[in-house]
């Protein structure tokens, strides 16, 4: 019987970790959320009976504390692994790029702000939070969801010059998950950086096939986005595969450094 928190499981590819890891009835499941009631009501909808949505805001450590205390109750102290999910991706910025913000400073500032508290500071928040429970646990698994759009390969060859406070939050993200994997390693945590490769969880079908375009200059055989069903399937046997040795580490779904 595992135990899983997922950090930021009201939609997306959050969402479909409840969904997917729902299907085994021996996992014990925790969704945060910064409104549990949406998650409960759209749970209830689709049919999905176990699992428990608790109030959690990545930006609070005091929602957190208290998310890491009910969870304590429900599985026996101890959490077999951590999913920090959630993230700030910027609908106003996306599309700029570095010289775009030239007469934005202002939204510049903001933006980078609200990546940064939301996408590294959060993180830490999260990870503060649940660690003793997670170093309760035998598996003791932390994984942070990233993106290839982090990685200096894919901005060159598919000269993504756009997308600059998400990437460079990430960016940072994936730092922080190495600075752990390093302080944790002697008490056998595992700490994971994953990208869940480029995944249908809003924009249009259009903006999607825009991207894979732009990424064919990286992956040239890439065939489009993907379900969240099938990113989250990759990604739990990635997650389930990782070795300490490989803690700190930042792969793909695919299990690899290639990210598409
Ligand atoms: N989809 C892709 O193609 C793709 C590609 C690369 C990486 N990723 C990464 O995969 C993860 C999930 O992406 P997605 O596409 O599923 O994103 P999404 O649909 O935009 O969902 C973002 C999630 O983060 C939550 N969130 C944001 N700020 C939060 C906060 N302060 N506290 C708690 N939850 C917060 C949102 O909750 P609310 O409903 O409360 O806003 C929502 O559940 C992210 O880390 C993203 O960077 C996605």
Redesign the pocket.
């Given at each position: 019987m595992a135990s899983y928190v997922i950090?930021?499981?009201?939609?997306?590819?959050?969402?479909?970790y409840l969904q997917t890891l729902n299907s085994n009835p021996s996992n014990t499941v925790i969704g945060?959320?910064?409104?549990p009631s949406?998650v409960q009501s759209q749970l209830a909808a689709d049919g999905i009976p176990n699992v428990h949505v608790l109030a959690?805001?990545?930006?609070?450590p005091a929602s957190l504390s208290a998310a890491a205390a009910e969870v304590s109750k429900l599985t026996n102290s101890k959490v077999d692994y951590l999913i920090?999910?959630?993230?700030?991706?910027s609908d106003k910025t996306s599309g700029l790029t570095p010289t775009g913000f030239v007469g934005n400073e202002e939204l510049l500032k903001a933006d980078f702000e609200t990546s940064i508290?939301?996408?590294v500071v959060?993180v830490i928040y999260t990870i503060n939070a649940f660690l003793g429970l997670v170093k309760a646990s035998a598996i003791k698994k932390v994984v942070?969801?990233?993106?290839?759009?982090t990685e200096p390969d894919l901005i060159k060859e598919a000269e993504v010059a756009a997308s600059v406070t998400?990437s460079a939050s990430?960016a940072a993200t994936n730092v922080v998950v190495y600075k752990y994997a390093v302080e944790l390693k002697s008490e056998g945590v595992i700490v994971l950086a994953l990208?869940?490769?480029?995944?249908?969880?809003?924009?249009s079908e259009e903006m999607y096939e825009y991207l894979a375009e732009v990424f064919r200059k990286y992956e040239p055989g890439f065939k489009g986005?993907i379900s969240?069903k099938e990113?989250v399937e990759a990604q739990l046997k990635v997650i389930g595969a990782v070795t300490i040795e490989q803690s700190g580490e930042f792969l793909s779904h695919l299990g690899t450094k290639r990210w598409l």
């Amino acid at each position: 019987m595992a135990s899983y928190v997922i950090a930021g499981a009201s939609r997306g590819l959050g969402y479909q970790y409840l969904q997917t890891l729902n299907s085994n009835p021996s996992n014990t499941v925790i969704g945060l959320a910064r409104n549990p009631s949406a998650v409960q009501s759209q749970l209830a909808a689709d049919g999905i009976p176990n699992v428990h949505v608790l109030a959690g805001d990545l930006t609070s450590p005091a929602s957190l504390s208290a998310a890491a205390a009910e969870v304590s109750k429900l599985t026996n102290s101890k959490v077999d692994y951590l999913i920090v999910n959630g993230a700030y991706v910027s609908d106003k910025t996306s599309g700029l790029t570095p010289t775009g913000f030239v007469g934005n400073e202002e939204l510049l500032k903001a933006d980078f702000e609200t990546s940064i508290n939301t996408n590294v500071v959060g993180v830490i928040y999260t990870i503060n939070a649940f660690l003793g429970l997670v170093k309760a646990s035998a598996i003791k698994k932390v994984v942070v969801i990233s993106t290839g759009m982090t990685e200096p390969d894919l901005i060159k060859e598919a000269e993504v010059a756009a997308s600059v406070t998400y990437s460079a939050s990430k960016a940072a993200t994936n730092v922080v998950v190495y600075k752990y994997a390093v302080e944790l390693k002697s008490e056998g945590v595992i700490v994971l950086a994953l990208s869940p490769g480029l995944v249908r969880t809003g924009l249009s079908e259009e903006m999607y096939e825009y991207l894979a375009e732009v990424f064919r200059k990286y992956e040239p055989g890439f065939k489009g986005a993907i379900s969240t069903k099938e990113s989250v399937e990759a990604q739990l046997k990635v997650i389930g595969a990782v070795t300490i040795e490989q803690s700190g580490e930042f792969l793909s779904h695919l299990g690899t450094k290639r990210w598409l």
